[in-house]
């Protein structure tokens, strides 16, 4: 009895002896969810290996970018919220990379739901069929790698799209179909275990007996498959920390190594910003002005860095255009203005104090510039500007014409983009939240009418221009300093409102008055202001609450609200006690 999960089945299929006889019960149906999940953790360990090794299809990934894509806004929404909440309310760390790891592990959960319900489904079958029990399990087997096949198929980063397509298709099948007959057989191999003698009478012993072997069987085929789970993600994990993966996520990593040793994402760190000589130091905790690039803020609909093909990209524009016509990233670089500025750039999901926030330098081309050599045609209005991803957008003419600020970017801090942030090329729209910025640009099309984008779709604002903010990012305890008998604790954050510069930030103790803080000359208008304020030391428990006045005038939101659909507003505050 201890070799039967590596033994053939012992007996003929379409065999129904072991239902009929008295006293001897196939395995219960509840069974096959965790036969079933057992089965498909290990079928997840080896996908896993396939991503690695060979960049085959990793289907728990594609599950959840798909879902991302086809659940209603308000699910994706809900979904959003109770991810970021749980990161802030847990303090799991930096918002957006742990909500990363937490999709694609839902990614992973939601492959191993699949494969319960499907071990149940099948357990039921084969209570119903009582024969042909590996056909039945082949069967279903392969119409669930053909259901996820499709699911991959709707993906950007679909095996349609992988260098070896017919590979991927196989592999997605052969794994399905061995997982399908693994289940069926554990069922034909538990069914077997009546002891042939004790089955006639109604011995509870053997009953007993029965009980115990399966058991065994079932610590065994978890045995088996932890295995295959353990060796098959190490092997992975191992595996593929050099390989075209980890450069898929940062090219820069592979292309741009630093011959100092140093990371190319975060040189920034050290850049030595137009305002250092500012008389505003910044307080001690204050943010960095300048975030670099391997710590900026990554939200995107993919679980998956995207990635496009350098070699072969251009920019085509079509639709009402003289002619269609296209760029190359060469032309891109030289033929236009070089605009080259320090932005701000902030999702609109980002809660009031979040981190979904960052400062970086963005050179591209001059996007006026660009689209009057595509010649557009009188009519034409608007620009839907599409992504590889499947990620789209439209842009006035209008505003692209009267600003000059926005641009087709290649480069952030000087280095071309990494596929985390959009290569190779993203647009720049000042005062936009992030939901209107297309990373990974495939094509703009010239168009006539407005129509709404990818989270317009999805209920969120059309216009989704940024709102102003401000943040206590420290109260620096540690760093009091005494002036004219006077002891102060330095205070100090960030304040931003989109491009309108920031004229006052002002800071209220214990719900007492605003008082001025000092701002240090930000790094342009459409940059967050970092700000500083010694507070006149009192001891005991005091709250500390932040808000600006924008350069037109015009004071924050200070009424609390959520980000859904145009963005946070309210007023940050700080408890501590001195
Ligand atoms: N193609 C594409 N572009 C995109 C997105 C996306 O999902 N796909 N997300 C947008 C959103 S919501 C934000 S906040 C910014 C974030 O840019 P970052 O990840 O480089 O910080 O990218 C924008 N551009
Ligand atoms: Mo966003």
Request: glycine share 10%.
């Amino acid at each position: 009895m201890q070799k039967r999960l590596f033994n053939n089945y012992n007996y003929q299929q379409g065999d129904t002896m072991q239902d009929t006889k008295k006293n001897v019960q196939p395995p219960h149906v509840l069974v096959g969810i965790l036969v079933g999940g057992l089965a498909m953790m290990a079928v997840t360990a080896l996908l896993f290996l396939g991503w690695r090794l060979l960049n085959l299809p990793f289907l728990p990934l594609d599950i959840f970018d798909w879902l991302a894509r086809v659940l209603p806004g308000d699910v994706i929404r809900l979904g959003t919220a109770s991810i970021v909440g749980f990161i802030t309310t847990f303090n799991l760390g930096q918002t957006d990379q742990v909500a990363k790891v937490i999709e694609q592990w839902m990614g992973v959960g939601m492959l191993l739901g699949l494969g319960a319900v499907a071990g149940l489904v099948l357990f039921v079958l084969h209570r119903l069929l009582k024969s042909r029990y590996l056909l039945t399990g082949a069967v279903v087997g392969l119409l669930l790698g053909g259901a996820l096949l499709l699911v991959n198929l709707a993906i950007p980063q679909s095996v349609m799209n992988s260098p070896a397509p017919i590979l991927g298709i196989l592999w997605v099948l052969g794994l399905m179909l061995g997982w399908g007959v693994l289940v069926s057989w554990s069922y034909s191999d538990m069914a077997a275990m009546a002891p042939a003698a004790a089955a006639n009478d109604a011995d509870t012993n053997s009953k007993a007996v029965t009980a115990v072997n399966r058991r065994q069987f079932l610590v065994r085929l978890g045995g088996a498959t932890a295995t295959i789970t353990v060796v098959g993600g190490a092997l992975g994990a191992w595996l593929g920390v050099n390989t075209d993966d980890a450069a898929a996520i940062d090219p820069l990593k592979n292309t741009n190594q630093n011959t100092d040793g140093t990371d190319p994402l975060m040189v920034g760190a050290a850049r030595v910003l137009p305002n250092a000589n500012d008389a505003v130091i910044p307080a001690n905790g204050t943010r960095p002005e300048f975030t670099p690039v391997g710590d900026h803020y990554r939200i995107d609909i993919n679980t998956r860095a995207q990635r496009v093909d350098l070699a072969t990209w251009t920019l085509p524009f079509s639709g009402l255009v003289e002619a269609p016509i296209e760029f190359t990233m060469e032309q891109l670089r030289t033929e236009f203005t070089t605009v080259e500025q320090f932005v701000t750039l902030a999702c609109i999901s980002n809660n009031v104090g979040g981190q979904l926030i960052g400062t970086q330098l963005w050179t591209g081309a001059r996007f006026s510039e660009v689209l009057a050599r595509a010649k557009p045609s009188p009519e034409a209005k608007y620009i839907h500007i599409r992504a590889v991803d499947g990620f789209d957008e439209y842009v006035s003419i209008d505003e692209i014409n009267n600003d000059p600020r926005c641009t087709l970017t290649y480069d952030w801090d000087n280095l071309p983009l990494t596929a985390v942030h959009g290569a190779p090329l993203r647009v720049y729209l000042p005062n936009r939240f992030g939901m209107k910025q297309p990373k990974w640009i495939t094509s703009m099309e010239v168009v006539a009418e407005w129509a709404e984008g990818y989270w317009v779709r999805r209920g969120w604002d059309a216009d989704a221009y940024m709102l102003s903010t401000s943040v206590i990012d420290t109260i620096a305890v540690d760093d009091t300093f005494v002036r004219d008998g006077v002891t102060y604790v330095p205070i100090g954050g960030i304040a931003h409102a989109g491009d309108r510069g920031i004229s006052k930030v002002q800071i209220s103790v214990d719900d007492g008055d605003w008082v001025d803080a000092q701002i240090r000359t930000p790094l342009s208008q459409t940059t967050w202001a970092i700000w500083r304020y010694d507070y006149p030391f009192t001891s005991g428990n005091h709250t500390f609450a932040v808000r600006c006045i924008n350069g037109d005038g015009e004071a924050q939101i200070e009424t609390a609200r959520g980000v859904a659909p145009s963005g946070a507003t309210g007023i940050h505050r700080e408890r501590t006690t001195l």
